[in-house]
């Protein structure tokens, strides 16, 4: 993104989109569970938050990999990966 302003120079800006969990099941991959309606990827910045719509928070169990470019819980909020379940942050 570019901003300017009058007789000012132009600087370029980074914009990170998010991707909010809305949670109205508790399943990662359900593409319904997501702002976008797009389970998260390795570019993906997600947010889950203290009050999810659906009151479910993220609870995975099913033996997935769960991929992020970075992850931001919350206070308060709640995210269980499961014993054979991966999570992948591909941020720094």
Not at 11 to 21: A, G, K, P, Q, T
């Amino acid at each position: 993104m570019t901003v300017c302003g009058y007789n000012q120079t132009p600087v370029l800006c980074d914009v990170f989109i998010s991707d909010y969990w809305t949670g109205y099941t508790s399943i990662w991959d359900d593409p319904g569970n997501w702002f976008s309606g797009v389970v998260p990827d390795s570019n993906s910045f997600v947010i889950i938050p203290v009050n999810p719509a659906g009151n479910h928070y993220p609870v995975s169990s099913e033996g997935i990999t769960m991929h992020c470019k970075a992850l931001q819980l919350e206070e308060g909020a709640l995210f269980t990966v499961g014993i054979n379940d991966t999570l992948t942050i591909h941020g720094n």
